[in-house]
Nanobody
Framework: VQLQASGGGLVQAGDSLRLSCAAS????????MGWFRQAPGKEREFVAD????????YYADSVKGRFTISRDNAKNSVYLQMNSLKPEDTAVYYC??????????????WGQGTQVTVSS
């Protein structure tokens, strides 16, 4: 599976952005999909994941209530809608795919990152 993330950019605090991740491969719908982020000088951290069916989503506490993850298996895509962005959301965001929960398991596949910068 190859993952291609897009949608990052420079926004102001309080704005919204929608990240997209397009996946290649016919087995997309069998994977848990998710997003991680890495801020400068910090370790990569889990942001959110969604089950293969899209029925279950999990979020890091720092983004709960502001971010929404979704997927469209017909389009081999996963999305991250980010609302009420804060400067501390500034990071490179990575799309990921795995066989189990990405909160506790290690992703099998990573996409390239997309930069999100939130100015105050």
């Amino acid at each position: 599976v190859q993952l291609q993330a897009s949608g990052g950019g420079l926004v102001q605090a309080g704005d919204s952005l929608r990240l997209s991740c397009a996946a290649s491969g016919r087995t997309f719908s069998s994977y848990v999909m998710g997003w991680f982020r890495q801020a400068p000088g910090k370790e990569r951290e889990f942001v959110a994941d969604v089950s293969w069916s899209g029925s279950s989503q999990y979020y890091a506490d720092s983004v709960k209530g502001r971010f929404t993850i979704s997927r469209d298996n017909a389009k081999n895509s996963v999305y991250l809608q980010m609302n009420s962005l804060k400067p501390e959301d500034t990071a490179v965001y990575y799309c990921a795919a795995g066989d189990v929960s990405l909160r506790t398991g290690f992703p099998r596949y990573w996409g390239q990152g997309t930069q999100v910068t939130v100015s105050s």
